[in-house]
């Protein structure tokens, strides 16, 4: 059962394109981020998160990133190695005047070096907000 609390964090799920079955990668994993965010992503797929020693294709990658984790591109490249053609990369962010927040320019400056496209920005949780990145249409007719 899950409690009144984590409800909404299903929706996040949902809203970050999770199904059941997916197989999701977390990179950047540290004590604060958002465990019922994480609890609500294993429900949903019905299993665990692979860590970054995984090498299995993932549907989905979840990338916490902060200010002082160093360099996005090498990251992104990072989570792009073992990511499906049709996959998809959380970056999830400190929200503005949160520990570590990122601005939203270095993000999509990095983006396109890694060769990837920011397609939209949600909430995920109250310190957190995440920006979904995907493979060009135009990449996926060269791949």
Do not use: F, Y
């Amino acid at each position: 059962m899950v409690a009144a609390e984590d409800a909404g964090k299903i929706g996040v799920a949902e809203k970050l394109g999770i199904e059941s079955g997916m197989v999701v990668q977390e990179l950047g994993w540290d004590e604060d981020v958002d465990d019922a965010l994480r609890a609500a992503v294993e429900e949903r797929i019905g299993g665990d998160l692979l860590d970054e020693e995984a090498d299995e294709t993932v549907s989905v990658v979840l990338l916490w990133w902060r200010e002082d984790d160093g360099d996005l591109v090498d990251a992104l490249l990072e989570a792009t190695g073992v990511l499906a053609e049709d996959g998809v990369i959380w970056v999830l962010t400190p929200k503005t005047g949160r520990p570590g927040h990122v601005e939203p320019s270095d993000v999509a400056e990095a983006v396109p070096t890694a060769g990837l496209s920011q397609t939209s920005n949600i909430s995920v949780a109250d310190d957190w907000a995440g920006i979904r990145l995907v493979w060009p249409k135009s990449a996926k007719a060269k791949r």
